[in-house]
């Protein structure tokens, strides 16, 4: 942390505070402040001593991003990829905000969310990793916590999640920074990132979060360059902290550090879980007083250190009658006398199931279904597993409906309303005759699929943490295809069922050539990981009683080797690059009715000073706005949200910035239209959107020439184009 800039984050209250109990602590204090107590030793994933001299308490750091690991009662919430395929702010802060309220409730003091990236990752089947290059996987894997791997939709879901946590009084944390695109060797393999899709690509989600003042950032497992990220001086200090100002402590993922000082002098706060994974041997606790003592370390970087561990405490009204931990433990299964934390938050969760399904296919209106006589369910991914939703551990299998993957940013489900449980009980109102098959070998429901009118397929393809492997595939996944041979239980009942409907449960993209061109799939619907609301998201969906309005937060390839990872030509950007086209493009999802847009408004590019170059640490004016974009968009049919999308090409060969991609997305709004409303949706352009990073003199830039701009429904969808700036 920068102790120069400290005051203009935190009130002078909390600055005051910490300084004066600074002053009461002996460096063997400041030390255990910055050092876990050891692995499982005490209730949380992470934990600090307490020091009563200042009143500090134990602290507590507990996983995950998607809910309170291990604690009895709390809600189970959708994955960061089914919350960024709503394009919905409110809902992500509403997720952020529930997730902090019963953090805190728990007696959580840092919740370790949100997840940015993985960004350029799409699997390929050899993933032998060479320092030179970097490796594939599937969108939204880590942690299941990523919410896009576009760096804009990803950072504005990051600050939504953190401002939201953060208003509960939960310190939040953005992880894992940075290049952590990978489970396989992710000790030990280098993200080797240019400077320029560095800024562009993976710091942009961070840079969202530290605008947001968010309390801590988790450095990851792997190196950028010959050091890790845990030890990367340029990366933590001279980037995170003083580039982009970032104002709060840098903690390190579990066991990521490697070296007492080289880590203290690149910049990181805290060392966790303290030893590593319970070997009892500390790098730093008194290793770090020691490193002191010698001059290794400066004094100056220890009191830093504390004081920023203080001040973010401090900052968040954290000393004031926070609740204690009571009866639950990470390491124990017993509960007793703890709180009910999960309120009504089970009604977040599932508008994010149901606002997160992207209809993908509808011909004829197969969709909405409309009290079928007979529909027949097919798929082992339709119901729950029998032995329960969390039989297994952390969620390590792929056993029947999937709603989280594996990891550990699971949470223990409350329950888990499968799609069969939902669908039963709609059947029954609707007197539908209802024909099953929960099995995944593609004849067992041959039956089924015969005797109905409709068939509803479930498919689904799972990922998870490197920690496990779960049938074959470790962490990352081995291809693109769905699990249990989906497409050919997809393909044995469209052969059987000409009214075939395919739900897929996926942690990101999959190939679905095979299912689509068959003549009788006459809809598909990605519904993503839900979590536990799953069935009852769904059903809103299938039935018409929610119009679907997620879009997708990643492109559906073809084929897995469409997808490019180079540079900063990542998903639709490396597309519109090399002229392929996609299946299902960045931002696309259909709806029950058609929406129309009108009256493009582009304003003037609007002066700043300086007017090109802003040099590091002048990032203030990076974030006025430099130009207004608005538009109309008028209702359909029936009542509806559309996700109006906002793409910014920059001037193909502006000074010093060639090869840009072709258009980047800038803004989006999502409005809910009744049948004959409309509504306006306005897109503040910032300086930093409009700006390339030029490497040479290290700043951002805004080109002199013309911006194209377009206002679309998808990527590829643009409705409404005009130019910016003259
Ligand atoms: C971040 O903190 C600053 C200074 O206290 C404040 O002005 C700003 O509103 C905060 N931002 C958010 C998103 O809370
Ligand atoms: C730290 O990261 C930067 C930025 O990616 C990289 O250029 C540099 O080589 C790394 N430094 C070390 C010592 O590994
Ligand atoms: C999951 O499925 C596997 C393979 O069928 C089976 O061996 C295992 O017992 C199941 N576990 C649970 C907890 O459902
Ligand atoms: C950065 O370098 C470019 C040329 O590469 C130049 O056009 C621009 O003015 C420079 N900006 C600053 C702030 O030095
Ligand atoms: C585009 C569209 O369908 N607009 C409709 C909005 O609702 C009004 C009133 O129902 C209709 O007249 C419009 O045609």
């Avoid at 005759?433 to 429901?445: I, K, Q, W, Y």
């Avoid at 996944?477 to 059987?496: I, M, R, T, Y």
């Avoid at 990605?526 to 998201?537: D, L, T, Y």
């Avoid at 800038?666 to 809910?672: A, E, I, Q, V, Y």
């Amino acid at each position: 942390m920068s102790s120069l800039l400290f005051p203009i984050l935190l009130t002078a209250a909390a600055y005051a505070k910490a300084k004066t109990a600074l002053a009461k602590l002996t460096n063997t204090n400041k030390a255990a402040l910055a050092t876990g107590m050891g692995w499982e030793k005490g209730p949380c994933v992470g934990n600090i001593a307490a020091i009563t001299a200042i009143g500090f308490p134990e602290l507590c750091l507990q996983d995950g991003p998607l809910g309170v690991r291990y604690a009895p009662g709390v809600t189970a919430f959708p994955a960061g990829i089914t919350t960024g395929s709503t394009w919905d702010t409110s809902l992500m802060y509403a997720r952020g905000n529930a997730l902090g309220t019963e953090s805190k409730a728990l007696g959580v003091h840092v919740q370790l969310g949100p997840v940015a990236g993985p960004l350029g990752k799409i699997p390929q089947v050899e993933y032998e990793m060479h320092l030179s290059d970097w490796k594939l996987n599937r969108i939204g894997w880590k942690e299941l916590g990523s919410f896009s791997n576009d760096p804009y939709l990803a950072g504005v879901a990051m600050a939504q999640t953190v401002t939201g946590m953060q208003a509960a009084s939960v310190q939040a944390c953005a992880k894992h920074f940075i290049g952590n695109e990978q489970e396989h060797d992710r000790s030990s393999m280098s993200s080797n990132i240019d400077d320029r899709a560095l800024h562009e690509l993976y710091l942009w989600p961070f840079t969202e979060a530290v605008k947001a003042n968010v309390s801590f950032v988790m450095c990851s497992y792997n190196k950028v360059g010959p050091a890790w990220a845990c030890e990367n001086g340029t990366l933590i200090t001279n980037i995170l902290k003083n580039e982009l100002d970032f104002q709060g402590w840098v903690v390190s993922d579990w066991a990521a550090q490697h070296t007492t000082v080289g880590s203290s002098n690149a910049g990181i706060d805290m060392s966790m879980p303290g030893d590593n994974f319970g070997d009892n041997k500390f790098v730093w606790g008194v290793a770090l007083v020691s490193a002191v003592s010698s001059n290794q370390v400066a004094q100056s970087r220890l009191d830093d250190i504390a004081l920023c561990i203080l001040a973010g405490w401090y900052f968040l009204g954290q000393e004031n009658s926070y609740p204690t931990i009571t009866g639950w433990s990470s390491w124990s299964t017993a509960t007793s006398g703890a709180p009910s934390v999960s309120g009504t938050h089970n009604t977040v969760a599932q508008a994010i199931a149901r606002d997160g399904i992207v209809l993908l296919k509808n011909s004829n209106n197969a969709l909405p279904l409309k009290k079928p006589a007979s529909l027949a369910v097919v798929g082992y991914d339709a119901v729950l597993n029998p032995q329960g939703a969390n039989a297994c551990v952390d969620r390590d299998c792929d056993n029947r409906t999937l709603a989280k993957g594996w990891d550990s940013g699971t949470a223990q489900f409350p329950h888990l309303i499968a799609p069969l449980d939902a669908i039963k009980a709609q059947a029954s109102t609707d007197g539908t005759v209802l024909a099953t098959s929960t099995s995944d070998t593609p004849s067992a429901g041959d039956s089924a699929a015969a005797s109905a009118a409709t068939a509803l397929v479930f498919i689904n393809a799972d990922l998870g943490e490197g920690y496990i492997t779960v049938e074959g595939n470790a962490g990352d996944c081995n291809n693109l295809d769905s699990w249990h041979n989906g497409n050919d239980l997809a393909a044995a009942v469209a052969a059987l069922n000409k009214k075939t409907i395919v739900v897929i449960h996926s942690v990101g993209p999959l190939i679905l050539e095979s299912i689509l061109t068959l003549p009788s799939v006459v809809a598909v619907v990605w519904a993503g990981i839900p979590s536990q609301e799953s069935g009852n998201g769904l059903v809103d969906v299938l039935y018409g009683s929610t119009n679907p309005s997620g879009k997708l937060p990643f492109t559906i390839a073809k084929a897995a080797a469409d997808y490019g990872t180079s540079g900063l030509f990542i998903d639709y950007r490396h597309f519109d690059k090399n002229s392929i086209v996609p299946r299902y493009e960045f931002g696309f999802g259909l709806s029950y009715t058609m929406f129309s847009y009108s009256n493009l408004f582009i304003s003037a590019l609007r002066a700043a000073t300086p007017s090109a170059g802003i040099a590091p640490g002048g990032l203030k004016s990076l974030y006025d706005v430099a130009a207004t974009v608005s538009a109309t968009i008028t209702n359909g049919t029936v009542e509806g949200k559309e996700v109006a999308q906002l793409y910014v090409s920059l001037p193909s060969d502006s000074a010093g910035a060639s090869g840009n991609p072709i258009k980047q997305l800038r803004g989006f709004s999502k409005l809910d239209l009744k049948p004959g409303g409309s509504g306006k949706v306005v897109f503040e352009l910032r300086r930093k959107d409009l700006s390339f990073w030029d490497t040479g003199n290290k700043s951002w830039i805004v080109p002199t020439e013309k911006f194209g701009v377009v206002i679309g429904a998808s990527c590829r969808d643009g409705r409404l184009t005009g130019t910016l700036g003259s």
